[in-house]
């Protein structure tokens, strides 16, 4: 059995292969900038880079979530700055009217106004962003109230159910996103139901009943800090929002680097490895050209 011709082939064709693999390894790296692509490519450091990969990735949805609802807070928040600004209206009209200078004709009038603020006060409870009623809870596909001042009461039942709607923070935990329409319009402590309290105000100023006017009032302070305090609710939202939407964009900056560290090439150092290679290639085909070929007659003799 003829063994090999030339025992330094093998070792020479080996050498050339890894020469090529490396050639090719860094001529990915110059033309796609990663330089590790498979596990392959690096496997002490892919475990690392699959997990950043993994960390992005969730930092990444929990942006996309908290902007998707930052809107819809920012729209309560509003709508219960216009709540405050409204009840004080109805606390206002309500004194005005309570002065025994009032007639039944003025008193009629004043609650035709808070008619129409009962009827406004409804449509905030009925707020809509990017088609959900924001303050139906999770039956958030329907209006929360339907209003008809011809009714006793003027509105429906609440038409929606408790709100269970939060948001991851970047840190951990949950952010509690609202409070349903029946909690701050309808609350079942009569110290805080909205709706209640405007209606009774407005019954006592069609009747023109000074005692029951007077004591359709005296609640009013108190429903309106509890309207303040539904403000003060969503204003904290906001606050947590803003903070988790900072602390996720920077933790997305710094995923990224450690990304970058882990999976980008150097690109100057891939073209000179590159080029370096190319020498090494070209050397070893021409040292080999060099070498006399030897045949299997030279053995035969």
């Known amino acids: 059995m003829i063994r090999s011709i030339d025992g330094n082939t093998d070792l020479y064709l080996d050498t ?26 690096d496997p002490a450091a892919i475990a690392n880079l699959m997990q950043v990969r993994t960390d992005l990735a969730r930092m990444t949805q929990i942006s996309t979530n908290l902007d998707r609802v930052r809107s819809e807070v920012d729209s309560a928040e509003g709508a219960m700055q216009s ?24 008193r009629a009038s004043v609650a035709e106004q808070i008619g129409t603020l009962l009827q406004r006060m409804a449509a905030l409870a009925n707020t809509q962003v990017a088609g959900r009623f924001i303050f139906s809870g999770d039956s958030d596909q329907g209006a929360a109230y339907g209003i008809d001042l011809q009714q006793n009461p003027p509105w429906t039942s609440y038409q929606g159910s408790a709100s269970s709607r939060q948001v991851a923070h970047p840190n951990g935990g949950l952010i509690a996103l609202a409070q349903d329409a029946q909690t701050i319009f309808e609350n079942p402590d009569p110290t805080k139901n909205v709706f209640q309290a405007m209606e009774n105000l407005r019954q006592s100023l069609i009747a023109n009943d000074t005692d029951a006017i007077q004591a359709a009032l005296a609640p009013l302070p108190g429903i309106s800090d509890h309207i303040n305090s539904m403000l003060s609710f969503y204003g904290n939202v906001q606050s947590r929002l803003e903070d988790a939407v900072n602390t996720s964009s ?9 990304r970058g560290r882990l999976e980008d090439a150097d690109p100057a150092q891939a073209i000179l490895d590159l080029t370096q290679l190319k020498y090494s290639q070209q050397a070893a085909l021409e040292v080999r050209s060099k070498i006399g070929k030897t045949s299997l007659f030279d053995y035969l003799g």
């Open 250 to 258: 920077k933790e997305q900056v710094r995923l990224k680097a450690d």
């Open 83 to 106: 709540a405050v600004k409204m009840f004080d209206e109805v606390r206002t009209l309500g004194l005005s009217a309570s002065n025994s200078e009032q007639t039944a004709v003025s």
């Open 16 to 41: 050339l292969r890894k020469i090529n693999t490396r050639m090719s390894k860094a001529q990915s790296e110059v033309s796609g900038g990663k330089r590790v692509e498979t596990p392959s490519d």
